[in-house]
Structures are given as structure tokens and as C-alpha cells.
């Protein structure tokens, strides 16, 4: 089975610090890993995934199969960062689907 | 485009009550699916559709029904319902599947007394 932990709920840095939000997947065939944000009244949408390599928002993500991390990092963060960070998890064979972990608040202080 | 569409915002049933939840796309996706988002749990999936006529189980879809007739629309039924479906139900929808990006609706809170 697949699964997906984000081991903290909540992370608070001040605004210009760096941010590094843990995701460790369980999967043993290939994953696809994305993470989604849900920012205050908004919907939840897609912030960026593994397969693109792409940077969105000064936030980066880097698929460690070793480790099974997907770790989102963000340089200096912004008070416009604090939200809801998802992890989710799929996968391309038959019958897959999308797990989400728990998620993390993030907290930008001014 | 309107995106996804969700009705009703809030909801409040009494235990034993059915209702609908109604969902609706227009980005013409083949994908559908809903979600419940509960307090310390994350998102977890009920139930989902890879095209109309075609629906199947997600991770917690007893006391949940859904039928997918049409591309555009995919209603989650409750059939009776309990003090642990309180919880806010978003859908989401996909041009072709898991590997794309997830559009979601707005949510809708439920509280069931």
C-alpha cells in the first residue's frame, strides 16, 4: 500500500528564513509525487511535481528514491507563503490513485 | 470556464437524513473524484470516476454513493447519514488522470447532528 507522512503539523518561521517541509512516501514501484497548497478561503490547488523539475514561486521539490523524500524547500520565505502544504502520491500502473498526507501548516511571521 | 463547481457551500443534516452533494466540471476532464478533508487526517479519497459511467471505491466509501451519467457531472450521494461524515467534501477533477494536475471545488462543509 501506499502512503505518504508529513511528520509535522505545523512549521513557523520568520519572514527571509528558509523553509524545508518533509514528505516521506511508502511506494515500492515508481511514484509521482506532487505538492498541493491550500491558501486561506482559496481552493486547494497544485503547487509543483517531481516530473516537471520546475520551480514555482521560489519553491522547489527534489525526489530522493533513496531516501523516499520529496522535501519542498523554499530559500527566503514570504508572508504570501503561509498556507496549507500537501504531499500526495500516485503512481502510473492500473488502478492507482492519489494519497495525500496529513499536511502542514506553514506559518510566515512578519 | 467556471472550473469545478460545488453546491451546496454549507450543509447541516440531522443523523439518518440522505442528501446530495453536487459537483460539476467544464473543462470537459474525464476525471473526477471526491474527498473528504477531516482535521489531523488530510484528504482521503471516497470515491472516483475515469470517465462517465465508470465509477469505483477510494479509500473510505461506506456510506457513499456516486453515479457519473455525464462527463460534466459527479454527485456524492449520502444514503444516511452519521455524526462521522461531518467533514468538509471537496471534488476534483483531471483531463485524463492521477499523473495531471488536480482541480478542486470550492468544498463543501457538512455538519451532521
Known amino acids: 500500500a501506499q502512503r505518504v507522512t508529513q511528520p509535522e503539523k505545523l512549521l513557523s518561521v520568520f519572514k527571509g528564513a528558509p523553509v524545508e517541509l518533509k514528505c516521506n512516501y511508502s511506494y515500492s514501484g515508481s511514484p509521482e509525487l506532487f505538492w498541493y497548497v491550500q491558501y486561506s478561503r482559496q481552493r486547494l490547488q497544485l503547487l509543483l511535481r517531481h516530473i516537471s523539475r520546475e520551480s514555482i514561486k521560489g519553491f522547489t521539490a527534489d525526489l530522493n528514491k533513496g531516501e523516499t523524500s520529496f522535501h519542498l524547500k523554499k530559500p527566503f520565505a514570504q508572508e504570501e507563503d503561509s498556507a496549507m502544504y500537501y504531499c500526495a502520491l500516485t503512481n502510473t500502473g492500473a488502478n492507482s490513485k492519489l494519497t495525500f498526507g496529513k499536511g502542514i501548516t506553514l506559518s510566515v511571521r512578519p | 470556464n467556471a472550473g469545478v463547481t460545488q453546491t451546496p457551500k454549507f450543509q447541516v443534516l440531522k443523523t439518518g437524513q440522505s442528501m446530495t452533494l453536487q459537483c460539476a466540471q467544464d473543462m470537459n476532464h474525464e476525471y473526477m473524484s471526491w474527498y473528504r478533508q477531516d482535521p489531523g487526517m488530510g484528504l482521503r479519497l471516497i470515491h472516483y470516476?475515469?470517465?462517465?459511467?465508470?465509477?469505483d471505491q477510494g479509500e473510505v466509501p461506506n456510506g457513499y454513493n456516486v453515479s457519473r451519467s455525464t462527463t460534466e457531472d459527479f454527485p456524492l450521494r449520502l444514503l444516511s447519514a452519521a455524526p462521522s461524515q461531518t467533514s468538509v467534501y471537496f471534488c476534483a477533477s483531471s483531463y485524463r488522470g492521477l499523473q495531471e494536475a488536480q482541480y478542486f471545488g470550492p468544498g463543501t462543509r457538512l455538519t451532521v447532528l
Open positions: 470516476s475515469v470517465g462517465a459511467g465508470i465509477t
